[in-house]
């Protein structure tokens, strides 16, 4: 198989003004059949292609200061019979209606965005937006937009109108948040090997309390339990295998006064111990649920892991994409002016521990900069061959995603794909073609931002050979700004006209 040289330049692939571009916000919404097409849409490729993320980067002119406050955008791509139909939507939260009608900023956003008008209109005003960016899942029958500190907002997935919130079937109680990274365990062996879909929330506080929900495919909850960990705890995602939760808390600490007086967001007051061990804790999904165990190890710091699973009684493998430190803004300027060469870059490493021994190993599984891993979702919690990432140009310099990456964790072997230096990638998608019999028999569909034309491109590669590019591009007749998560559905969904 094809191996892509590396890109043999250490010049910068992009330019930061291309990047910036692709942060503007998108305000209108739309909804059309894709007739721009270069190649062929494969014609076993059937169901629909959620993506959330933040739509909008400013509330009626104000900036947010960090994308993670921007305001949720679902954006739907169905596919049937070779063709593709378009829909995008801001998922309609209480707070995002009550700032359309004022016209103006009301809320704090957790990673900073403080209203107009400094301190005396910010300070003890605790309030946070529900702004459901992070990802979007079709679950027990509803489409999902989960943003990770609060309940999430269920759309109806033919028109992507917002319904409003969703307890899930009284699963939440009002005010419990329920994180934006589930897994789908696809053979859940305490449900007769029927898929189930395991979530948590964090409450944090001195102490974490750490709740874990497993629910059946209709939607209805199956398990739920909760445990405390010591300390404050920041944790975005974690990983499943058939018996256990895994969590990675990475070495923070949180000193709430800023926030509380104003002058930074909830999520700027994290500040990261490099020198302090992550704990890994390590949860039965099993009842009684006990027997937490708890790991110390050197991890950095982690948002994102691609998958765990158990080599034998005794050993657990985790995946995960590490940084060396949590990068922060500084006070002044914008996001868009971060200088990439000065912050940590993301590497997938393996981490592998050993239950009985209490003794963790990590190992680097490949140094190209990466984020956004995904796997065949039939591979979840169990040994896999070939993780897929946004990945940069130049493999060991920090920068932008502008690359698609395949990595075979067998052989070591890499594929790659790079839109640089006009084009921007973000996570991809596998979709496994039916009746797949390889781990690699499908379809990555990567969003890309093309900043020579400002418009955004849907870009279908076939997994087993992602170097010859795109087998389809489907050219969207505007931009959707750099998106968080996404996930395939099955199920064809288009609005009947
Ligand atoms: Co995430």
């Known amino acids: 198989m094809v191996t892509i040289s590396q890109p043999s330049t250490n010049e910068k692939s992009y330019s930061q003004e291309d990047w910036k571009r692709g942060y503007e916000s998108q305000k209108g919404e739309y909804s059309y059949w894709i007739e721009k097409i270069e190649g062929h849409i494969p014609l076993d490729l059937e169901g629909t292609l959620f993506r959330n993320g933040p739509g909008a980067l400013d509330v009626h002119g104000t900036p947010v200061r960090h994308p993670f406050d921007g305001d949720g955008m679902i954006t739907a791509i169905a596919f049937r019979g070779g063709k593709a ?34 301190l005396f209109k910010n300070i003890f005003d605790l309030r946070l937006k529900n702004i459901a960016n992070t990802n979007v899942i079709y679950w027990g029958n509803k489409l999902l937009a989960l943003w990770e500190a609060a309940e999430p907002y269920r759309l109806d997935p033919y028109t992507l109108e917002t319904l409003g919130i969703d307890y ?39 102490k974490t309390k750490i709740n874990i929900f497993e629910m059946s495919p209709s939607g209805k909850l199956l398990r739920r ?56 804790i390590i949860i039965p999904r099993k009842a009684p649920y006990q027997n937490v165990k708890v790991f110390q190890a050197k991890a950095g710091f982690i948002f994102h892991h691609a998958n765990a699973f158990e080599k034998d009684d005794q050993t657990l493998c985790i995946d995960s994409v590490c940084y060396g430190e949590l990068s922060q803004l500084n006070n002044e300027g914008s996001f868009k002016d971060v200088d990439f060469s000065s912050i940590s870059p993301g590497q997938l490493w393996r981490f592998t521990v050993d239950l009985k021994e209490e003794n963790v190993e990590k190992e680097m599984l490949d ?79 990567v969003l890309t931002y093309n900043s020579a034309s400002h418009t955004s491109e849907l870009v279908i590669f076939d997994a087993q050979n992602i170097p010859q590019g795109a087998i389809a591009t489907l050219k969207l007749n505007h931009h959707i700004p750099y998106g968080l998560h996404g996930s395939w559905a099955d199920q064809i969904f288009i609005p009947e006209s």
């Not at 707070?95 to 809320?107: D, N, S, T």
Request: proline letters at 10%.
């Open 225 to 280: 339990h909760s445990h405390d960990v010591k300390g404050f705890a920041f944790i975005h995602d974690f990983a499943i295998t058939p018996n256990y939760c895994i969590f990675f808390q990475n070495p923070v600490t949180y000193n709430p006064f800023p926030f509380l007086f104003g002058l930074k967001g909830a999520g700027e007051c994290m500040s990261f111990e490099k020198d302090q061990p992550t704990s890994i």
């Open 85 to 118: 139909y378009f829909q995008n939507s801001f998922v309609k939260t209480k707070e995002f209606m009550e700032e359309q009608k004022a016209g103006k900023m009301l809320y704090r956003g957790v990673f900073g965005s403080q209203k107009p008008g400094g």
């Open 168 to 206: 899930l079937d009284d699963t939440l109680k009002p005010g419990e948040s329920f994180s934006a990274h589930p897994w789908i365990d696809p053979h859940c062996k305490m449900d007769n090997n029927e898929p189930c879909l395991v979530n948590f929330a964090i409450q944090p506080g001195p």
């Open 367 to 445: 140094p190209w900069v990466v984020e956004f891993p995904v796997i065949h979702p039939q591979k979840v919690g169990r040994d896999y061959r070939y993780v897929y990432l946004g990945a940069t140009h130049n493999p060991e310099i920090n920068a932008p995603l502008q690359g698609l990456l395949k990595l075979d964790l067998q052989t070591k072997e890499r594929q790659f794909y790079s839109f640089a230096p006009r084009g921007f990638a973000g996570e991809p998608i596998f979709v496994p073609k039916p009746n797949a019999q390889k781990e690699d028999e499908g379809y990555v569909l």
